[in-house]
């Protein structure tokens, strides 16, 4: 059974206690900071791009290369309808039958908008000739932490020929933008060995996860041998190594534990 341990973030230092939690692996939901607890399983495992340290693959550059033309916009926490209806093609496609494919305007309202804390929608659409707003075809959630940016959710438009690789295109983006504002780490929430549709978190490097010990980075030998197992899983299933946060950011469900913070 899933185990999640959970407090609210409110008041006038949510900021600065959400930056604190997300050091030791909590992920925030609205107004709600999480992270697993199950007994007897620690399969989730919190990761971090190392911003500063990157370098990108082959692949990667390509990608950079690729979608380089993307007009990039922060903005703040407000939902649109132009971002729902992207959401619902999104998951329609990538996630037919999955539990936000039943989220309305509403839902998706709350999702951006309640937030105590310094968050972002970072929208990513076409160029277009004469100036005019483009097509958006990404955008995702951001929280600002004190040492990195935190990935809550991404989303794109799934069927985009000239557009491969979008999902990978937003955490590359989150990374040069984390280390321009000299931001330490990319937080790109939990990661679980063998679970195909989180593979794609592997491949970028430095990376580090969260043991008992504190935060720890893969060695190049071992994060070549989970590479290559992702790659091994991915043609099994058939699938791209291409995807967002798809780490229950969206909502807490399961068995709870409530602690004070």
């Known amino acids: 059974m899933e185990r999640k341990v959970f407090t609210e973030l409110k008041g006038p230092h949510a900021d600065e206690l959400n930056d604190a939690l997300g050091r030791i692996g909590f992920r925030r939901s609205q107004t709600v900071a999480y ?14 791009v190392v911003a500063g340290e990157f370098r990108a693959s082959s692949s990667q550059k390509r990608n950079l290369k690729r979608n380089s033309d993307l007009v990039a916009t922060v903005c703040r926490p407000w939902s649109t309808a132009e971002q729902f209806d992207l959401l619902q093609d999104y998951l329609g496609q990538r996630h037919p039958g999955g539990g936000m494919t039943s989220m309305d305007e509403v839902d998706f309202a709350d999702m951006v908008e309640h937030t105590p804390v310094d968050s972002w929608v970072i929208e990513y659409r076409e160029p277009t000739q004469d100036g005019s707003t483009g097509r958006l075809v990404a955008a995702c959630l951001t929280d600002r932490q ?4 935190s990935m809550i959710y991404s989303f794109y438009q799934p069927e985009c020929p000239d557009r491969e690789g979008l999902g990978n295109y937003i955490i590359l983006d989150h990374i040069r933008r984390a280390a321009e504002e000299g931001l330490p780490y990319v937080y ?6 063998g679970s195909v549709r989180m593979q794609y978190k592997i ?11 504190g935060w720890e980075r893969y060695s190049e030998v071992h994060q070549d041998h989970l590479i290559a197992g992702a790659a091994a899983l991915r043609r099994d299933a058939a699938l791209p190594l291409d995807g967002s946060t798809k780490d229950g950011a969206h909502g807490v469900q399961g068995q709870y534990r409530v602690v004070d913070v």
């Open 188 to 193: 790109l929430g939990y990661w679980v060995e």
């Open 35 to 48: 992270r697993p607890s199950c007994a007897d399983c620690q399969a989730c495992v919190s990761v971090r």
């Open 203 to 213: 491949r970028y490097r430095p990376l580090e996860r969260l043991t008992r010990d």
């Open 146 to 149: 004190g040492d990195g940016l």
